[in-house]
Structure formats: structure tokens, C-alpha cells
């Protein structure tokens, strides 16, 4: 299935866009997820794995099941103070 994803403010200046799409299985979970938008734009790998990743506005484990109605974003870490 494929799954678009939304990404902000510095995952979205290292993949150069906005948006992702990405094929998972129909039973992917958060983990599938993370590993699809690596293959599909390998220069999120640093902000895949340490990012948050939000399914319907709420943060997600990696456990987490994906549908294919889903809202996903890439939230990258954050600093600051």
C-alpha cells in the first residue's frame, strides 16, 4: 500500500520536499515505515530512526499498525531553549 508521509522542518530540507510516498506491506507497522522512507529517500536515514513519527496526530510507537487512511508525519528532533 502506499503511504504518504508529511514532513517538517528539517526532514523536509534534506529530502527536498514536503511530502513522501512509500510502498509498505498491507500489515506494516511504524518500524516498516521508518525503514520504506529510508529506502525511498536515503538522506532522511539520520532523522528515521531518532525522529518522531505521529499516525493521526498522535506519536507512535514502532509497534504501531498503519492503515491505509492514515495521516503520518516525521516530526525530527528538536533543541533550543
Do not use: H, T
Amino acid at each position: 500500500m502506499q503511504i504518504r508521509v508529511k514532513l517538517f522542518a528539517v526532514a523536509s530540507q534534506l529530502a527536498g520536499r514536503n511530502e513522501l510516498i512509500v510502498e509498505v506491506d498491507e500489515d506494516a507497522d511504524v518500524a516498516a515505515l521508518r525503514q520504506a522512507i529510508i529506502a525511498s529517500c536515503p538522506s532522511l536515514e539520520p532523522l528515521a530512526g531518532k525522529g518522531l513519527v505521529a499516525v493521526d496526530a498522535k506519536y507512535a510507537r514502532d509497534d504501531v499498525r498503519i492503515s491505509p487512511q492514515a495521516e503520518i508525519a516525521i516530526i525530527p528532533p528538536v533543541s533550543g531553549g
